[in-house]
């Protein structure tokens, strides 16, 4: 059994998560891989789930908080999943 990085379970079922910077980490669960790992918006400050947007190095998780934070460059990102074509 492996002890969860985030809030130290001892459970049977951990899993493993290899980052592409080389980094290992176990967790217990999706809410605890998601609180060490996942980027947060830098608009809302909530954790980027899905694809998210990034604008020059800066995450954020959907394209308006891309707007509100980013001035120009922001401007220019539009929601394009769901979006009605016409």
Known sequence: MATCDVCGNDYWMTFEVRTSGGQTYNFD???CAA???APVCEHC????LGHG???????YCCAHC?????G??????RDAVGAHPG
Do not use: K, P, Y
């Open 35 to 37: 609180t060490r790992i």
């Open 53 to 59: 947007v990034e604008v020059e190095g800066r995450f």
């Open 66 to 70: 891309a707007r509100s934070n980013d």
């Open 29 to 31: 669960s999706i809410e």
């Open 45 to 48: 400050q909530c954790r980027v």
């Open 72 to 77: 120009d460059l922001g401007a220019q990102i």
